[in-house]
């Protein structure tokens, strides 16, 4: 006898109370024994779909999401293992909701995602979609989200003193949904959520320079930054032009506005100031993608060498050496990138330390084994076991290389310095005695 949707829900329910019942507190030990039960009750909802049965998918994920929101007391979901279950099947549900389902079981469903987000675990939001979809053009479900959405943006503007950015976003999911498209933008400008309101007011035919001008006057930097890549992407320059200035006013450092003013630049045929831009970003300190476009830019053309210089320049003075390694590597000067390599910090740039010390092994081996033996140092530093365990095997890779060029002594020399120099270390020197050092 098949069962009941409802028999099918409180199936679900006792499934998932089951799984937390045998489990216990989740946390690092047992949370992928309890991801995996879990994964098998999705698996079981999208296999319903498959067999056109949508709504039994439905039934099963809503049902499954809301009782592990139920549990949520007794989970260290600190690295979101379990929640990124729920947001995951949150973000299926669209795929499951079809155009027939009778408005009872509509309503059903809406009320269950309204009562996840008022959970307060942080899936707020990750049904937008899903429930613009089940209120569709039903009024009375549309003003259900209205009523909900509107007393969780009062009740923090009350408590907190800001909007509900949560909330809203269900409403701007549901008015696309429904195409009203005025209080969609109106809302999008008052919450601040200037990409919905640029991508949609293109879209509806507003003028690029007029939406520019509104983000500028409302807009944190990293959200003009973003209108500004999304404009210059859909053939708007100006645009894009006007909030990269804007965000260069406030911020002179910024090495994207530098990019995406570069970006403008070239769209604009004008390749000198284009190219003054991605060096001001190079030296910004954080130039790794300016270089690359640069050197994408001009590799091959006579101004190359100069604009290389200029670039190098730039990344010693801004202190952004790990970049400038690993450009040298890149562009076939291993020995070049292995000495400015030898100022940088093993604490935190040991690849790329390591990539060069492997890279002039043959060409240059006494700044290779003064690499290996500055990452070594590095790790010892760390004064742990583990970090010892590597500094061992960075003074195994000197061996090998100092073996190579026939340098024995100075190999003998290099350990008993640092086996001096660590004396009162004894696990490091039991380290150094497993490796045969």
């Known amino acids: 006898m098949m069962r009941s949707k409802v028999d099918l829900e409180a199936a679900t329910r006792k499934r998932v109370r089951d799984v937390f019942r045998h489990a216990g507190f989740v946390g690092w030990r047992n949370e992928g024994v309890v991801r995996g039960e879990l994964e098998e009750i ?15 998918a439905l039934e099963i994920l809503v049902a499954a999401a809301s009782e592990i929101v139920a549990h949520f007391d007794q989970i260290d979901d600190s690295n979101g293992v379990i929640s990124g279950e729920v947001v995951q099947w949150l973000g ?78 269900v409403l701007l999911d549901l008015y696309a949904e429904q195409e009203r498209w005025q209080e969609y933008l109106a809302l999008a400008v008052e919450v601040g959520e200037w990409k919905r309101y640029a991508h949609v007011g293109l879209r509806r035919g507003l003028d690029p320079l007029g939406v520019a001008e509104r983000v500028r006057s409302g807009a944190r930097v990293p959200d003009a930054l973003e209108v500004g890549w999304l404009l210059l992407g859909a053939g708007h320059p100006d645009g894009a032009d006007l909030l990269f200035s804007a965000v260069l006013a406030h911020a002179p450092g910024s090495e994207e506005a530098h990019r995406g003013k570069a970006e403008v630049s070239l769209v604009r045929g004008r390749a000198d100031e ?6 001001q970003a190079v030296g910004t300190g954080r130039g790794s993608s300016a270089y690359s476009r640069l050197r994408e830019l001009l590799a091959g053309s006579g101004r190359w060498e100069q604009a290389r210089r200029k670039a190098h320049e730039a990344l010693r003075s801004s202190g952004d050496l790990v970049t400038l390694v690993r450009a040298l590597l890149e562009e076939g000067e291993p020995v070049s990138a292995a000495r400015e390599a030898l100022a940088l910090d093993p604490t935190w740039a040991y690849r790329t330390m390591r990539e060069a010390a492997r890279a002039v092994e043959e060409a240059d081996p006494t700044l290779a084994v003064n690499l290996y033996r500055r990452l070594a140092e590095g790790c010892i530093e760390g004064r742990n076991r583990q970090l010892y365990r590597i500094a061992a095997g960075y003074l195994a890779k000197a061996r090998e290389v100092l073996s190579r060029s026939e340098r024995v002594e100075e190999w003998v020399s290099l350990v008993a310095q640092v086996r001096e120099a660590n004396r009162r270390r004894p696990a490091l020197l039991e380290e150094l005695v497993a490796r045969g050092l």
Do not use: V
């Open 42 to 56: 999705a698996d079981e909802a999208r296999h319903h779909s498959e067999a056109g049965r949508a709504e039994r």
């Open 92 to 169: 299926e549900l669209p795929l499951h909701i079809e155009p027939g389902l009778d408005a009872g079981r509509r309503g059903h469903f809406l009320q269950s995602l309204l009562d996840i987000a008022d959970a307060d675990y942080g899936f707020d939001h990750q049904g937008g979609q899903a429930l613009a979809l089940l209120a569709g053009n039903d009024r009375f479900l549309t003003a259900s989200i209205e009523r909900w959405a509107a007393d969780r943006r009062a009740a923090s503007r009350k408590r907190w003193g800001y909007d509900d950015r949560a909330a809203a976003r």
């Open 274 to 279: 284009g190219e003054r831009h991605l060096l």
